[in-house]
């Protein structure tokens, strides 16, 4: 694969290519590893990952197109792509808002994003994606699922990371081609407890609703069976299982 670093391990393969940034690094470019010492998850949690079981990586985007305040569109579009690779394998992936991708009510892998903005203009995207593959038995990570438990079968890691690539500079495209319903109706179409009612907890005590959809910059919309609806950002609202 071209625009490509494989290393053993490292702390955390963001960082790692971040560090690469200054020189000059291709779109697309990618860092994968087989361990990550200090894998960092969202809110500043660790991402846990046993040595040479699943898919570790970062790549780098330049969405100098695209509005800070519209960011979160390569989340979205991240997500979508992840989710279309996997259902091809098995139906029934989808995406947990933000941006985890879940297996019934449990957790598959996670995304974390990080932007540098300059003015008003986005300078660079690192998208690091922990995708459980082999992995059968976990320590901390709260409700994980790998792949292989999912599948009963081992997979291979580098070729998920070579369609996955593929189908992130895929959904990258749409995005950069100004298509975004197409990226919102997709992200709908895969959000985890759309359908149906959920018990959620929010700052005034548990209460049920279902997920109606997601706004551009990320905050979730919830509406109840009376038709009301409310909006949350991150930490501000608890999906209950
Ligand atoms: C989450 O908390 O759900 C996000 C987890 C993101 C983990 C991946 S693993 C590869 C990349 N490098 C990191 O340090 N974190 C991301």
Same mark, same amino acid.
Request: hydrophobic share 40%.
């Given at each position: $694969?071209?625009?490509?670093?494989?290393?053993?391990? +490292?702390?955390? +393969?963001?960082?790692?290519?971040?560090? @690469?940034?200054?020189?000059?690094?291709?779109?697309?470019?990618?860092?994968?590893?087989?361990?990550?010492?200090?894998?960092?998850?969202?809110? &500043?949690?660790?991402?846990?990952?046993?040595?040479? =079981?699943?898919?570790?990586? !970062? $790549?780098?985007?330049? *969405?100098? #197109?695209? *509005?800070?305040?519209?960011?979160? %569109?390569?989340? /979205?579009?991240?997500?979508?792509?992840?989710?279309?690779?996997?259902?091809?394998?098995?139906?029934?992936?989808?995406?947990?808002?933000?941006?985890?991708?879940?297996?019934?009510?449990?957790? @598959?892998?996670?995304?974390?994003?990080?932007?540098?903005? $300059? &003015?008003?203009?986005?300078?660079?995207?690192?998208?690091?994606?922990?995708?459980?593959?082999?992995?059968?038995?976990?320590?901390?990570?709260?409700?994980?699922? !790998?792949? /292989?438990?999912?599948?009963?079968?081992?997979?291979?890691?580098?070729? @998920? @990371? /070579?369609?996955?690539?593929?189908?992130? %500079?895929?959904?990258?495209?749409? %995005?950069?081609?100004?298509?975004?319903?197409?990226?919102?109706?997709?992200?709908?179409?895969?959000?985890?407890?759309? /359908?149906?009612?959920?018990?959620? =907890?929010?700052?005034?005590?548990? #209460?049920?609703?279902?997920?109606?959809?997601? =706004?551009?910059?990320?905050?979730?919309?919830?509406? +109840?069976?009376?038709?009301?609806? !409310?909006?949350?950002? $991150?930490?501000?609202?608890? #999906?209950?299982?």
């Amino acid at each position: $694969m071209d625009d490509f670093r494989f290393v053993d391990s +490292t702390t955390s +393969t963001n960082k790692e290519l971040a560090a @690469l940034l200054n020189g000059s690094v291709n779109e697309g470019f990618i860092v994968q590893t087989n361990y990550q010492t200090q894998g960092k998850g969202q809110a &500043g949690n660790y991402w846990e990952s046993e040595a040479g =079981k699943n898919l570790l990586f !970062s $790549m780098v985007l330049y *969405p100098e #197109f695209l *509005p800070p305040i519209k960011q979160f %569109l390569i989340s /979205k579009a991240t997500s979508v792509a992840i989710v279309k690779v996997l259902n091809g394998l098995k139906n029934g992936f989808e995406i947990k808002w933000p941006n985890d991708i879940y297996f019934q009510n449990k957790k @598959l892998a996670g995304i974390l994003i990080e932007t540098a903005i $300059m &003015g008003s203009q986005m300078k660079h995207a690192i998208i690091g994606i922990g995708l459980n593959v082999n992995q059968e038995v976990f320590q901390k990570a709260p409700n994980p699922i !790998s792949l /292989k438990q999912i599948l009963g079968k081992e997979l291979d890691v580098t070729h @998920l @990371l /070579k369609s996955i690539k593929s189908s992130i %500079l895929n959904e990258y495209k749409t %995005l950069k081609s100004g298509d975004i319903h197409q990226i919102n109706s997709e992200y709908s179409k895969y959000l985890f407890r759309s /359908k149906g009612l959920w018990k959620f =907890k929010d700052a005034n005590g548990v #209460f049920e609703a279902s997920v109606s959809h997601v =706004k551009e910059n990320g905050l979730l919309v919830l509406k +109840t069976t009376q038709g009301t609806t !409310s909006e949350y950002w $991150m930490k501000e609202v608890e #999906f209950l299982f």
